[in-house]
């Protein structure tokens, strides 16, 4: 596939577009074999098209989430989902199935993020991505009110500016936790931890957002 633009609403190629049904607000999460991830992409390195677009819709809101919180800015969010997903197309004649499809996937995530970091010289400072909203970590309630949105809001705001507060590494950790769906092993392989500091960051970045809403809610 050349030249592909990768969307939350498609994949399009001088070839073709492929269009996805835009995710909803509310987060939902798919129960999904990791064999049949694993076979899909060794389907798509036979050369399988439909198998690629199959892996690309079930896992481009995870990963989408994950990158937007990481970046904390659109334009980089997005340059980072393109890079991700090229990775994944390029390497797809030597993927082995080793470890899960996300394991690989949210590993070239990791990666990727990192390099920009280093290219930058530095994690990014600012809270800029108020459109993150349609990608937000915090399950929309049933309740439509003027009041319970406004409500909705204020606490999504206000998770945001928490989690900008954590330490780069537990960022990381409880990024991957809340996106990925996977173990705190994997985790661990992703970010090249041992899995008991997964697990510490983890505990410390959960403890440090709750202490931080609980602050703004007093």
């Known amino acids: 596939m050349n030249a592909a633009t990768f969307t939350m609403d498609g994949i399009t190629t001088p ?5 996805f049904a835009r995710p909803s607000r509310t987060r939902t999460v798919e129960t999904v074999s990791d064999d049949e991830d694993a076979q899909l992409m060794l389907a798509y390195a036979r050369g399988e098209m439909r198998a690629f677009e199959t892996l690309y819709s079930r896992h481009r809101g995870a990963l989408y989430r994950y990158l937007t919180r990481q970046a904390r800015d659109g334009e980089i969010a997005n340059d980072l989902f393109q890079e ?7 390497n797809r004649t030597r993927y082995e199935p080793r470890a899960k499809f996300r394991t690989f996937l949210f ?3 990791h990666n990727c993020f990192i390099d ?38 204020e606490t999504s705001r206000r998770y945001r500016a928490a989690l900008a507060t954590l330490p780069a590494e537990q960022r990381d950790v409880y990024l991957l936790h809340e996106e990925s769906d ?3 092993e994997d985790i661990a392989r992703v970010t090249g931890v041992g899995a008991e500091t997964a697990k510490s960051r983890l505990r410390y970045a959960v403890a ?11």
Request: overall charge negative.
């Open 84 to 90: 991700v997903w090229s990775r994944v197309i390029i």
């Open 208 to 218: 440090k957002l709750k202490a931080a809403l609980s602050v703004t809610e007093a």
């Open 15 to 19: 070839e073709n577009t492929v269009r």
């Open 116 to 153: 920009h970091c280093r290219r930058t010289k530095a994690r990014p400072g600012g809270l800029r991505i108020e459109e993150a909203d349609d990608a937000d970590l915090l399950p929309a309630g049933e309740d439509t009110q003027p009041d319970a949105a406004l409500s909705r809001d």
């Open 107 to 109: 590993t070239l995530a």
């Open 182 to 184: 996977l173990s705190l």
